[in-house]
């Protein structure tokens, strides 16, 4: 069965610190990935998508991802926090059925200063 | 160019009672999904529509329903209303509903049942 997991369910990073949010799914054929962010009160927002090519992608607001077939993982990484980084971040897999996305349960960031 | 918009932005029902909730794409986008959101959750696919069609159905029972209109607005409609229906409703829309495409979320309406 398709599914996604994000083992941590809240990370506390201090401002200017590096960041990685970790992300396994589990998909028999060649995985689309996303990684959206949400804001308290907001609908999702795409930081970036991967679907085949160069296993390092680039997204918005300074944020790349990393593709590893063999650890069937797409971390999210940053390399210096803001505290507007604070939210709550989505790793989805694109389902099988139609274009349904399946999500992981969210990592809560919180950006201590 | 406007977002996915969504309304209302707020609803509180009580345990029986129906609701419909409405969601206007990005222009040009002509498919439309819907999903669940309950607190400390992911969102949960419920429906998929692209040129009036039902393309996909998530794990929901039948008490959801929605369409898909000629401008590719939608509704959701949820009947006899359970207190575990309480959650953000997202709706999202992308071009033709393919797996390659990013979906684009609007802010979603909070439905809250007492």
């Known amino acids: 069965a398709q599914s996604v997991t994000q083992p941590d369910i809240h990370i506390t990073v201090s401002e200017g610190a590096s960041l990685e949010l970790r992300c396994n799914y589990s998909?028999?054929?060649?995985?689309?990935l996303f990684w959206y962010v949400q804001s308290p009160g907001q609908g999702l927002q795409l930081l970036l998508k991967?679907?085949?090519?160069?296993?390092l992608v680039q997204g918005i607001k300074g944020f790349e991802a990393e593709f590893k077939r063999s650890q069937s993982s797409f971390n999210l990484r940053k390399p210096s926090v803001h505290w507007s980084d604070a939210a709550e971040y989505f790793c989805a897999v694109a389902g099988q059925a139609g274009t349904a996305l399946i999500f992981g349960k969210g990592t809560t960031l919180s950006v201590s200063s | 160019d406007a977002g996915v918009t969504q309304s209302p932005t707020h609803l509180i029902k009580t345990r029986g009672q129906q609701v419909t909730l409405r969601c206007s794409p990005i222009s040009g986008h002509k498919s439309v999904s819907w999903y669940q959101q309950v607190l400390g959750q992911g969102p949960q696919f419920i429906f998929q529509?692209?040129?009036?069609?039902?393309?996909g159905r998530g794990n929901f029972p039948d008490r959801f329903s929605a369409r898909q209109f000629p401008n590719y607005s939608s509704e959701l409609n949820v009947n006899a209303l359970l207190l575990g229906d309480s959650a953000l409703y997202l709706c999202?829309?992308?071009?033709?509903?393919?797996?390659?495409?990013?979906?684009?979320f609007g802010d979603g309406t909070r439905l809250s049942i007492l």
């Open positions: 991967y679907f085949s090519g160069d296993t």
């Open positions: 998909y028999g054929a060649t995985p689309y």
């Open positions: 529509y692209y040129e009036k069609e039902e393309r």
């Open positions: 999202a829309s992308s071009l033709v509903g393919t797996r390659m495409e990013p979906q684009h």
